[in-house]
T-cell receptor, first 113, second 111 residues
Framework: EADIYQTPRYLVIGTGKKITLECSQT?????MYWYQQDPGMELHLIHY???????EKGDLSSESTVSRIRTEHFPLTLESARPSHTSQYLC????????????FGQGTRLTVV | KNEVEQSPQNLTAQEGEFITINCSYS?????LHWLQQHPGGGIVSLFM???GKKKHGRLIATINIQEKHSSLHITASHPRDSAVYIC?????????????FGSGTQLTVLP
């Protein structure tokens, strides 16, 4: 079973609030990813990291920011939540190497009211 | 046009039926993943393959690299198989993108 955890699973928050979505993995993976998924739609990469102190933006533009201070943590932050940020956010990790399996967290379903 | 196309988008089957979900892609890939996403949102990796065929329990995945096509088969389907099945490819030139996803196939298995 994959050891990658996201908290919270569900979050309903008011507009303008600052929120942080947590993602942790205990597999020692260097690569970590954040995906955004709207209902019935594809997953889109919004941030990725290849290791500590490495973060890059993904294919889909996002107002969120990420940090990678420790290998096992890859939190995502929204400084001022808006209803347009309502979505599901999925975290994933994989080991180094081109031929490696990705492991996904359970996801955080965010609703901004 | 999406680089990864899945069909059908929705599939309803009776318990016990043999199910096939198809995935076609348009880019060169190093690997293809089949993922399962349950209503709660969590994703489980079912298969990762780059050639041939893999089998795990009632699930079988095949890939034809020349035709850029993969299929996921479920034998003796069960209501607990109801989920969204997602095909994802790892483009050879994808770099940091890691995976390109299809839009998923919603499978409902009725008892």
């Amino acid at each position: 079973e994959a050891d990658i955890y996201q908290t919270p699973r569900y979050l309903v928050i008011g507009t303008g609030k600052k929120i942080t979505l947590e993602c942790s993995q205990t597999m020692g993976h260097d690569k970590m990813y954040w995906y955004q998924q709207d209902p019935g739609m594809e997953l889109h990469l919004i941030h990725y990291s290849y290791g500590v102190n490495s973060t890059e933006k993904g294919d889909l533009s996002s107002e969120s920011t990420v940090s990678r201070i420790r290998t096992e943590h890859f939190p995502l932050t929204l400084e001022s939540a808006r209803p347009s940020h309502t979505s599901q956010y999925l975290c994933a990790s994989s080991p180094q190497g081109g031929y490696s399996e990705a492991f996904f967290g359970q996801g955080t379903r965010l609703t901004v009211v | 046009k999406n680089e990864v196309e899945q069909s059908p988008q929705n599939l309803t089957a009776q318990e016990g039926e043999f199910i096939t979900i198809n995935c076609s892609y348009s880019v060169g890939i190093s690997a293809l993943h089949w993922l399962q996403q349950h209503p709660g949102g969590g994703i489980v990796s079912l298969f990762m393959l780059s050639s041939g065929k893999k089998k795990h329990g009632r699930l079988i995945a095949t890939i034809n690299i020349q035709e850029k096509h993969s299929s996921l088969h479920i034998t003796a389907s069960h209501p607990r198989d109801s989920a969204v099945y997602i095909c994802a490819v790892r483009p050879i030139r994808g770099g940091a993108r890691q995976l390109t996803f299809g839009s998923g196939t919603q499978l409902t298995v009725l008892p």
